[in-house]
C-alpha cells in the first residue's frame, strides 16, 4: 500500500490550513441513551495529546449528554473541514472529568483534575460564566465537565482531489497504529 500521513499529521494539516475559520473547530459527537436511541451534537474542538491518543472537549455536567456518557462511554465524533474537504470520524471509549467521578463520587486523579483546571484557566471569562454566574478563574466551576476521547479508530476521508481517499486507521493490541485503504 502506498505510504500516507499518520492521522495525527493529517489533522494537524488540516487544522493549520483552516486555523483563520472559526467554523473549523466545532465537531459533532454522537452519543447513545440508555434505550439506545443516537443523539448528536455539535462541540468545539479544545485540543489533542497526540502521545496519549486523546481529544479533549468540554460541556456542562448538567447536559442531557453526560447521563448518556455515564451509561455509554462508546462514542464517535464527525470532523469536517470544507476548505480541504477532509472528514475524521473519531472513535473511542469517552471519560468525564468533573468535579467529583460520577461513579465513585471521590475526586478524580490529580493529574485529570490539573488538566481539567489548566482548561479551565484556558476558557475566556464569557464562556466561564456560562457554567454559572459565580465562577472563579482560580477554579472550575463545579458544572465544568473536561470530555477526554481515548481514540481507538480514525476513519478518514478525502473528497478532493480525485480520486476519492479513504483510510482506516485503527489502534491494535500493542498500541500500534495500522492503517488500511477503505472504500470512499
Known sequence: M?????WQETI?????VHRDIPSSRFLQLATVDIHGHPHCRTLVFR?????????YLHTDKRSEKIAQLESNNQVETCWYFSETREQFRIKGQIECIGHLDAAMEQPTSRSKQ????AHWQNLSDALRESYGPNYSHAQPDENFTLLIVHITQVD???LAPLPHLRLL???????KWQTKAGIP
Open 2 to 6: 502506498q505510504q500516507h500521513l499518520s
Open 12 to 16: 494537524h494539516r488540516a487544522l493549520s
Open 47 to 55: 485540543g489533542f495529546d497526540q502521545d496519549k491518543n486523546q481529544l
Open 114 to 117: 490539573q488538566l481539567r483546571l
Open 156 to 158: 478518514y476521508l478525502r
Open 169 to 175: 486507521y485503527s489502534l491494535d493490541e500493542q498500541g
